[in-house]
């Protein structure tokens, strides 16, 4: 028993005296870099000159440090933080527009945003608030949502029941209490719980940072376990440990309800990813003024300005390796020819999936490091979009800076199962669960931009295979079938926005198109249309999973950033990149955003004093 203690103690003081005190690269979060507030750029076009880059290959800078494939959140942070200590980097995309998830369009003069409604996190002077305001040199700026900012809607029109979620330490038990009196110990043990399982997280970045054998050590000895709350409950299911608190069906869904922002059903979900979402929220939710676009818009100057580029239409068909199966650089298709790009490392942000299964040559595909790592992960759901657009003001329309969670019962499991499972028929025509947002409303420049209109944006999932059959079709023409089957999503869906937003008729609606999980293969790359890459359940959070699946891939000068090796969301995809610059500048990122985060604490103060 000692022994063994001892070992651990041993063990623990290399890790921490090697990742935490033992830095060796430089820092990118080392001074503060905010610049004073610039005028916010609204015209579409200037914002293009930015965004919208197409690949020449005469546009690629010389002697580059690094090639990022794909240009979402996990892909240009990364390309930041490189930036940031001098580094020369390439950002290629295949989509006619910089950004991921985070990347905005305009249909018929609204414009829409994909993959941002919410983010937590972003209190002043908090370490994600000052490493994104780093990241952005200050000009990215956040509005805080209503409070409360989310509302879990149950049951049919005739008994309705609408429980408001919000932020708020204290404030978010004490108005759940409200709603559910007699319930106050369940709450308070909620709470206690999804609190003490959160801050556990850190123990993931340990496992994905720390060398091999210490991570193999901390995983086969159980030790994980033990000295992680998150990795404690990871095991455990949703609908296990809510059950457990309570035999009200109502409270028990508005407990889960947050599932829908990483996409497994309750029975299948990890309590320790449920733990995450919940406290993500706890101290409010934002969005990015401007728009989502606003994101990727602020960092490209950054990482133009230490020589690279970011450039757009540009879809690398494979990555190049040199005779040892070092990673040397990409292939991207112009037309029907292949561009070669060479640098001494490749950092893939388009997902697990497709960079071990599409980019890579048969024989390193078929690797057997490769292979686990591939038989870890599965796909995750398909998502399913609604955009639409509205003549009206939010005042005229009754919208708010917040978001519905809107649910037929209160029967998670079995909803999303019979829907997911059902026949694409019969499940367009009943969709159990709907998110509705409205974007436009979250936005203080919207008025401005497109004034007397508003968007919503109705989020769900789906089955990928309702869709596969027009896989190889033409995006905007896949003929009548796919385009009847999307419609019959359409209206359902547009009905239950109609029983909820009483504002909202018919002849409002001047705009409204869905994207399937096919628009994501497109758009942002998903190979299975995934709404949040690979798959989020329970088995994602097996300690030798989490600890296997990391940014130095099994291949010398490959490299994995973004959501699938992390977590799924904007913070996680975010993590995946500092996690990802981690392991390349040799330093902990994670630490390094904490310690800005207190020397402009420090500095505030002083000021204060002054
Ligand atoms: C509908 C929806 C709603 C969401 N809502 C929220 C929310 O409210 N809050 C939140 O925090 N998160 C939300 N998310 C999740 C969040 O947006 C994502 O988890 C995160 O942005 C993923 O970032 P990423 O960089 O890992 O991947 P992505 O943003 O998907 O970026 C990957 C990029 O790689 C590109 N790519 C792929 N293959 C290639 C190739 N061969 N060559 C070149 N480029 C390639 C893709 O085109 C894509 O641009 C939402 C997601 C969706 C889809
Ligand atoms: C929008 O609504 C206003 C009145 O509310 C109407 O005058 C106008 O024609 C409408 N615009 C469209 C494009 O329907
Ligand atoms: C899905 O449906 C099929 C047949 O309709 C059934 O056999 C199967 O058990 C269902 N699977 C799940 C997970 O519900
Ligand atoms: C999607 O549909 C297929 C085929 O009907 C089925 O096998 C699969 O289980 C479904 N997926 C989910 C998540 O239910």
């Not at 556990?200 to 995983?219: D, E, S, Y």
């Not at 490091?369 to 870890?376: E, G, V």
């Not at 919503?456 to 079709?473: C, H, I, Q």
């Not at 001047?510 to 790359?525: F, H, K, R, S, W």
Request: glycine content about 8%.
């Amino acid at each position: 028993m000692l022994f063994s203690l001892g070992l651990i103690c041993v063990a623990l003081i290399i890790f921490l005296y090697k990742y935490v005190f033992g830095n060796s690269g430089p820092n990118p979060f080392e001074t503060d870099t905010r610049e004073p507030l610039r005028e916010m750029v609204h015209d579409r076009k200037e914002k293009n000159k930015v965004l919208k880059q197409g690949f020449l290959a005469s546009k690629v800078p010389t002697d580059l440090d690094a090639v990022i494939i794909g240009s979402g959140i996990g892909g240009l942070g990364l390309a930041v933080l490189l930036a940031k200590v001098g580094k020369k980097v390439l950002v290629l995309e295949q989509h006619d527009r910089a950004g991921g998830c985070c990347h905005t369009f305009t249909e018929k003069g609204f414009e829409f945003d994909v993959g941002i409604h919410y983010i937590g996190e972003l209190l002043d002077h908090k370490p994600f608030r000052c490493m994104l305001d780093s990241m952005t040199n200050g000009q990215l700026q956040w509005e805080p949502l209503d409070n409360p900012f989310d509302q879990v809607v149950i049951g049919p029109p005739e008994n309705r029941r609408r429980y408001p979620i919000y932020s708020g330490r204290t404030r978010f038990p004490e108005e759940l209490k409200k709603c559910f009196p007699g319930e106050e110990k369940a709450i308070d043990e909620y709470m206690r719980l999804v609190k003490r399982v959160g801050r556990g997280i850190w123990f993931l970045a340990v496992l994905k940072l720390c060398p091999a054998p210490l991570a193999k050590f901390l995983v086969y000895t159980g030790l994980v376990r033990r000295l992680s709350s998150f990795f404690e409950m990871a095991p455990r299911s949703l609908t296990e440990v809510v059950n457990g608190l309570t035999e009200n069906k109502d409270l028990r869904a508005v407990f889960a309800y947050i599932f829908g922002t990483y996409g497994n059903m309750p029975k299948e979900a990890s309590f320790a990813m449920h733990s995450l979402l919940t406290t993500h929220y706890l101290n409010g939710a934002w969005y990015p003024k401007g728009g989502a676009s606003e994101i990727a818009y602020h960092m490209i100057p950054i990482i133009e300005s230490a020589g690279g580029a970011v450039l757009v239409r540009a879809p690398v068909n494979r990555i190049l390796f040199n005779k040892a199966n070092e990673a040397c650089g990409v292939s991207v298709m112009k037309g029907q020819e292949e561009v070669h790009i060479h640098a001494p490392m490749v950092i893939s942000n388009a997902g697990i999936f497709n960079t071990y299964q599409k980019l890579l040559p048969k024989e390193l595909q078929a690797m057997p490091t490769i292979q686990k790592q591939l038989s870890m992960m599965k796909n995750g759901e398909g998502g399913l979009s609604v955009f639409v657009g509205l003549n009206g003001t939010k005042e005229e329309l009754g919208l708010k800076a917040d978001n519905y969670w809107i649910f037929t019962e209160t029967n998670f499991d079995e909803l999303v199962e019979n829907y997911m499972n059902g026949t694409r028929e019969e499940s367009a025509k009943s969709i159990p669960l709907l998110f509705v947002a409205s974007p436009s409303a979250k936005d203080p420049t919207w008025e401005e931009r497109s004034p007397g209109k508003s968007t919503l944006s109705l989020v769900s999932f789906a089955n990928y295979t309702w869709f596969e059959e027009w896989k190889d079709g033409k995006v905007t023409n896949r003929g009548e079938d796919y385009k009847d089957l999307k419609q019959t999503f359409i209206n359902t869906a547009l009905d239950v926005v109609l029983e909820n937003f009483p504002k909202i008729t018919r002849d409002k609606v001047e705009y409204i198109d869905a994207g399937t999980p096919l628009t994501n293969t497109y758009y942002i790359g998903a190979p299975k249309g995934e709404i949040y890459g690979a798959d989020h359940g329970i088995a994602r959070f097996d300690p030798e999973v989490c600890m296997t699946v990391r940014p130095q891939t099994p291949l010398k000068n490959l490299y994995l950033t973004g959501q699938d090796v992390f977590l799924c969301g904007f913070a996680g995809a975010l993590a995946g990149a500092l996690t990802c610059g981690s392991v390349i500048l040799n330093r902990n990122l994670h630490l390094d955003a904490i310690g800005l985060a207190k020397k402009i604490k420090f500095i505030n103060a002083k000021l204060k004093d002054e």
